[in-house]
Nanobody, 123 residues
Framework: QVQVVESGGGLVQAGGSLRLSCAAS????????MGWYRQAPGKQRELVAT???????NYADSVKGRFTISRENAKNTVTLQMNSLKLDDTAVYYC?????????????????WGPGTQVTVSS
């Protein structure tokens, strides 16, 4: 019902910048929250940043002041601007969409994930 696709990953030197984009398509009643998560090798997936429909943002402490999340509701897109990248930012970044969709005769919330995009920060 909801398809999610990320783009913009790649290889960058420490201190550099990257911009990740995510687009949602399909059918839903509403998109509640859009966000980015990441998973480094050998580690659990962790929240990077989220933004709700009203524009309220939430960031992991490790990225505050360096990353900025934004969304364009009319285009169903969410963007993560990553500046001052560090080696520890190396991970696969996943876009998450929490949307309310019709299931049978009821509207229910669900989490939808993109396939992920690799971000590698080199020294």
């Amino acid at each position: 019902q909801v398809q999610v696709v990320e783009s913009g990953g790649g290889l960058v030197q420490a201190g550099g910048s990257l911009r990740l984009s995510c687009a949602a398509s399909g059918s839903w009643f509403s998109i509640v929250i859009m966000g980015w998560y990441r998973q480094a090798p050998g580690k659990q997936r962790e929240l990077v940043a989220t933004i709700d429909s009203g524009g309220y943002t939430n960031y992991a402490d490790s990225v505050k002041g360096r990353f900025t999340i934004s969304r364009e509701n009319a285009k169903n897109t969410v963007t993560l601007q990553m500046n001052s990248l560090k080696l520890d930012d190396t991970a696969v970044y996943y876009c998450n969409i929490r949307a309310v969709v019709m299931r049978g005769t009821e509207y229910r919330p669900g989490d939808y994930w993109g396939p992920g995009t690799q971000v590698t920060v080199s020294s």
